[in-house]
Nanobody, 126 residues
């Protein structure tokens, strides 16, 4: 059974940090790109960051560059998203997703991802 399980969300003050984890099982983690998405109340899902499967290339949404860092530990089948300098408008449910096919610059296309986690809530207070 394929599973992606996010953890690490919570309530944090503006300017604070969190480290989200995405634990994967049921598929060959090394063969998949991992993306992080978020969805705020009343808004659509948007791509935040992605790490490629082949060369570990990383991609970021412009608004998070320099504040968010995506990484993965293939030995642990786990991906991470370090989020710093959080803003209240970044309150959302954060999801990780896995894509088997090479997606490159289309990393933010949610429909290209094969598997999704259930999400973890990040709430940023002002």
């Amino acid at each position: 059974e394929v599973q992606l399980v996010e953890s690490g969300g919570g309530l944090v003050q503006a300017g604070g940090s969190l480290r989200l984890s995405c634990a994967a099982s049921g598929f060959t983690f090394d063969d998949y790109a991992i993306g992080w998405f978020r969805q705020a109340p009343g808004k659509g899902r948007e791509g935040v960051a992605c790490i490629g499967s082949s060369d570990g290339s990383t991609y970021y949404r412009d608004s998070v560059k320099g504040r968010f860092t995506i990484s993965s530990d293939n030995a642990k089948n786990t991906a991470y998203l370090q989020i710093d300098s959080l803003k209240p408008e970044e309150t959302a449910v954060y999801y990780c997703a896995a894509a088997q096919n090479s997606i490159g610059n289309r990393w933010y296309w949610s429909r290209l991802y094969d598997y999704w986690g259930q999400g973890t809530q990040v709430t940023v207070s002002s």
